[in-house]
């Protein structure tokens, strides 16, 4: 079938490159020209594992180009993947999504089929509908796709899906729906079906549910800090209940990314817009936003309080909100920084593939070191923020002679308290009790 995918971003480029994998005839669109000149030389403007080698194995079902009209011509269905950024009251940003869907009522030829791949409030389906009746000479049918991919393993959520997700009104937009996924669901994982609203819903209350199971182990977790439990031995205590999924209960610095920060702020906006607090998941952000601070207290209550931290030099590792991506959004590494550089300390990071976006999106400078290693020189703790799998086995006989205080503030819970403790360093994690004594050696 021949599919046009508008936005280039992360959701359209790994759409589009999945879809011409799939056997699709793939046009991808976007106003920006130098990100389609990239891509028309094979360069991919993010970092997805994976993602690349696709594209080259692809490419002869792919195209890309800014001449959206001829791409809405050309193609029947049009799958929309442009951003829906958050604005100052918690609700989406929909002009560039209506921007794009009101050209395609401009250059619609016949009867299109707009699927919406961005994730977009609930009701938008809805909206667009009428807006569409207004603005294009022939039936144009929307239909709802929410995407549902990790940031770090999309290929293999978009070649092997838990499930797709489509809301639509007719027998034909299903059917073109299900002609496009066929090639991806050979496992027999399902293709629910269902009302725009529902599908536009779904996305939302996943999400919304991931974040609050990932807070609430957080609040656990600040709890057993105070009480000296073992988070750990909690969470598989509590965890090996058959209804109750482990996965996303691991305590940590929270959530950040593209996805859930922001639709967490959408859903509870929507909330309030039909009279219906959304006091969990509002929570769920509140929780978050203090999370990823949680060591800033452990270093300020070592180090002997607020003042204590001015001067000093920090070696942090890991940038990136989660490891295998370069996505630094609402990342607690830039968090900590912006704080750290508040009270007078200096940050030294390192991050495998996250340097560069990092330093762009960050308000506060920070140095950006080459290497793990490099980051060590003469600093006065680690910071892990991100859990690379290379952090997970450092060389603390080579870190001891480097760093000028021994002490590890871990994030994520990577490293075994006792082998650290053995390598003559104090450390401090999330919601574990561990004989560590407050104070620089």
Known sequence: MNIAVVGTGYVGLV??????????????VDRDQKKIASLQQGQIPIYEPGLEDLLEKSKARLQFTTDLKTAVEQNQVVFIAVGT???ADGSADLSATFG????????????????????VPVGTANKLTLFCRENSRFEVEIISNPEFLK?????????????VVIGCRSDLAQNLMREIYEPFLRNSNPILVMDNTSAEMTKYAANAFLSVKISFINELALVADKLGADINDVRRGFTSDSRINPAFFHPGLGFGGSCFPKDVKALVHTGQEVGVPMSVVQAADQVNDRQKLVLIEKMKDYFGGSGSLKGKIFAMWGLAFKPRTDDVREAPSLAIIKELDRLGAKVRAYDPVAQQTAQAASSV???AASSAEDSLHGADALIIVTEWNEFRTPNFARMKSLMKTHVIFDGRNILEPKKVGEAGFQYFCIGRHLLSKKGPT
């Open 85 to 87: 950024p958050e604005t």
């Open 365 to 367: 400078k920070f140095e």
């Open 151 to 163: 940031e770090g393993a999309a290929i293999d959520d978009f070649l092997k899906p838990d499930r």
């Open 100 to 119: 794009v869907v009101e050209q395609i009522c401009k250059f619609a030829n016949d009867k299109k089929f707009i699927v919406m791949k961005s994730t």
């Open 15 to 28: 759409a589009g490159v999945c879809f011409a994998d799939g056997g699709h005839d793939v046009t991808c």
